[in-house]
């Protein structure tokens, strides 16, 4: 086993599991003769089989896991939940706890990462039981362009994270109308909305071939978006998740029905969220106290909002920038290093 491996063991438990205090007993890592898969602690019953049968697939999957929380980190810098964690056991901690629109941002954005991640695995040749995507050619695609090229395997990469992320979800089994079971609909709805964007912003994509640049030939293939598109569309999706509540047949419905039932690209939630001002381990919020804010800002970023009220603190920082910069022929740009005080706001 190489050392690689380790570092995605800690990611695939978190992600798959998505659950509170997973064992992450450090002793669990120490990979000894068992292979893989009995050492990824976390895993549920269904995860483990695949994980045994594809197991060339498990660091794809921690990979996918990873950039899924670096973009919900990105994507959440300026807010007071901002996808950290009280409990550093776990990436998600016990924000998870509670059915909220931040938990509901969570499971998409990993189930996206997984898409994402197997998908460009298999066009890499990465994966023994995929390949380059063999999607049908569109039918507006122009008649002398090639299609063909080696493109993002978005079918396999779809269908197998739906199989391994939902297994969890799927292997349990609570009473039709209990809470448990409202959560239980609402991630599988979140992951199911995060594979679809990846799918929804997957395109086509083509290169030029041809007498010197005359392009009078082209070779197009599907293609992923970048994973900061899948991030915002998500983001987006965020802001107008839906308030679902169970109905008296045990299925998710909304809360407010004068709006559009939510589509399976949209997120859903359970549970109001708390407002992340203060610390709270039940809640999972970390709390503002110590976060950057905006003094100009009205926006979330701004310390009105990110202090809650409580007011801030005022200091001098030094930052280095680049500065100067100049144009060499040819071609690189240089630049100077200037140090520079800025004022920085910090929350009460
Ligand atoms: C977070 O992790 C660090 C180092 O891994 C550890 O020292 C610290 O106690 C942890 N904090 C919490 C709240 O678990
Ligand atoms: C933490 O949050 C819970 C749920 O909102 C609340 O009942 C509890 O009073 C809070 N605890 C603290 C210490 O603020
Ligand atoms: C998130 O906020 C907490 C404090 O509330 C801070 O300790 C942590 O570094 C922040 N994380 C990121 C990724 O900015
Ligand atoms: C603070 O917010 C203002 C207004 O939104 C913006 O113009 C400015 O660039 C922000 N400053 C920093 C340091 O982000």
């Given at each position: 086993m190489s050392k690689g491996h380790l570092k995605y063991v800690h990611v695939i438990v978190v992600v798959l599991s998505l659950a509170m205090n997973p064992l992450l007993i450090p002793e669990a890592y120490i990979i000894g003769a068992q292979p893989l898969c009995s050492q990824l602690v976390g895993l549920s019953q269904g995860q483990k089989k695949l994980c045994q049968l594809y197991q060339d697939h498990m660091q794809y999957i921690g990979e996918g896991a990873k950039t899924g929380i670096r973009e919900c980190q990105y994507q959440f810098r300026h807010r007071r939940w901002n996808c950290s964690t009280v409990d550093n056991s776990s990436v998600f901690g016990r924000v998870m706890q509670i059915g909220s629109r931040e938990t509901a941002f969570t499971y998409a954005i990993s189930a996206a990462g997984v898409v994402n991640a197997v998908s460009r695995a298999c066009r890499e040749g990465e994966l023994s039981s995929c390949g380059c995507s063999r999607a049908a050619r569109p039918k507006d695609l122009p008649r002398d362009w090639l299609w063909g090229g080696c493109g993002d395997n978005l079918n396999y990469g779809y269908r197998f994270s739906r199989e391994f992320v939902d297994a969890r979800e799927r292997e349990k089994s609570f009473p039709k109308g209990s809470h448990e079971n409202a959560r239980l609909l609402m991630n599988l709805h979140n992951n199911e909305a995060g594979r679809r964007i990846v799918s929804d912003l997957a395109h086509v994509s083509c290169k030029c071939h041809g007498v010197s640049g005359s392009c009078s030939l082209k070779t197009c293939w599907l293609q992923l978006a970048d994973f900061r598109k899948v991030g915002d569309a998500l983001k987006e999706k965020y802001d107008s998740a839906v308030a679902m509540k169970l109905n008296s047949r045990g299925k998710l419905v909304q809360m407010h029905s004068r709006f559009n039932p939510p589509t399976n690209h949209d997120l859903v939630y359970i549970e109001q969220s708390p407002d992340y001002c203060l610390k709270n381990q039940s809640t999972g919020s970390l709390g503002t106290v110590g976060r950057l804010c905006n003094?100009?800002?009205?926006?979330?970023?701004g310390c009105e909002l990110m202090c809650c009220g409580r007011g801030y603190d005022q200091y001098k920082a030094q930052i280095v920038e680049r500065c100067h910069c100049k144009f060499h022929w040819c071609c690189y740009v240089k630049c100077k290093r200037c140090t520079k005080i800025v004022d920085q706001f910090v929350c009460k």
């Open positions: 003094k100009t800002s009205e926006g979330m970023d």
